[in-house]
Nanobody, 120 residues
Framework: QVQLVESGGGLVQPGDSLSLACAAS????????MGWYRQVPGKERELVAS????????EYGDFLGGRFLISIDSGKSTVHLDMKRLKPEDTAVYYC?????????????WGQGTQVIVPS
């Protein structure tokens, strides 16, 4: 199993930037991909960005307009989300996820979430 711990959330003003981090521990060798989802009350979680652990290729949600960047560090155990030009609609709980596809067919883990608030 793996454990995921998000950090970096907080309150920021519109137009400012914020960086999130997700540190994975445990069976990190099993991780094939990591990503970020976000969720607001009453709505489904939506994909923000994901990255393949080995190939370092990324996907982004269509709504981002090039404002966010996902990256993974050299140790392949910590994923970052650099958010720029934040908008009130970016307010959500951001969750880190890891796909353990290198060891299992379908096994996903989630972090506890970190709150991002952008006042209107």
């Amino acid at each position: 199993q793996v454990q995921l711990v998000e950090s970096g959330g907080g309150l920021v003003q519109p137009g400012d930037s914020l960086s999130l981090a997700c540190a994975a521990s445990g069976a990190t060798h099993c991780i094939s991909a990591m990503g970020w989802y976000r969720q607001v009350p009453g709505k489904e979680r939506e994909l923000v960005a994901s990255i393949r652990r080995y190939y370092n290729t990324a996907e982004y949600g269509d709504f981002l307009g090039g404002r966010f960047l996902i990256s993974i560090d050299s140790g392949k155990s910590t994923v970052h989300l650099d958010m720029k030009r934040l908008k009130p609609e970016d307010t959500a709980v951001y969750y880190c996820t890891a796909d353990l596809g290198d060891c299992y067919d379908t096994t996903e883990y989630w972090g506890q979430g970190t709150q991002v608030i952008v006042p209107s």
